[in-house]
């Protein structure tokens, strides 16, 4: 099996179990037990598996997701069967088209809320903020000053800016290590060098 010890993320989590279920816990108390389970953003959990499971990380602004509830939705054997096939063997290509459907068919399961709107000018700054020089100079990129900027991402996903920036670089190291040594995963990445990725 595979454990996750106690976080929140700055995203959806949608953890799928590779063979029997996922156990998680919200704060000191059991959170429930399911073939597959899904975390909204900011919601701070510890997971387990039987076996192995497949973590499927989603913006909180892509499709409208939005903040959602603080609360974890449980996914049944149908879903979590369905889904794990779909994630199980998925190419880098292929990973925005296979997050939409996603959406979609949770969304027709209602197990997500139903798209809010995600103001255009804040999904645009987030995407760039890996690759911008800050916080000020992504709100510029799209007509926000910094504060608005900062309090709109807040909204939308319980984080900062700066935290999100530092997770998305991270994705990105993530990514990197499948095929690059670490140190050059680090600097792609933009960090300063491997010990600032560690």
Known sequence: GSAEPEHARPEWTILLSTAGHVTWWIGPGFGGRA?????????????SSTVGHIAVLIDPWYQGLGPGRS????????TAEYLT???????????????????DYLRRRSLLPPAVAIDPRVAAAVRDLDVTDGVACAAAGVGLSPSRLRALVHDLTGTSPARLRMWRRLRTAMR????????LAAAD??????????
């Open 176 to 183: 990197g290590l499948v095929d690059k040594p670490i140190a």
């Open 35 to 47: 073939p597959g389970v899904i975390f909204p953003p900011q919601l701070s959990y510890e997971a």
């Open 71 to 78: 609360t974890a939705v449980a996914i049944d054997s149908t």
């Open 189 to 198: 990445a933009g960090f300063a060098d491997q010990a600032h990725l560690t």
């Open 85 to 103: 096939g779909r994630w199980s063997r998925v190419g880098a290509d292929e990973l925005d088209e296979r997050a939409r459907q996603t959406v």
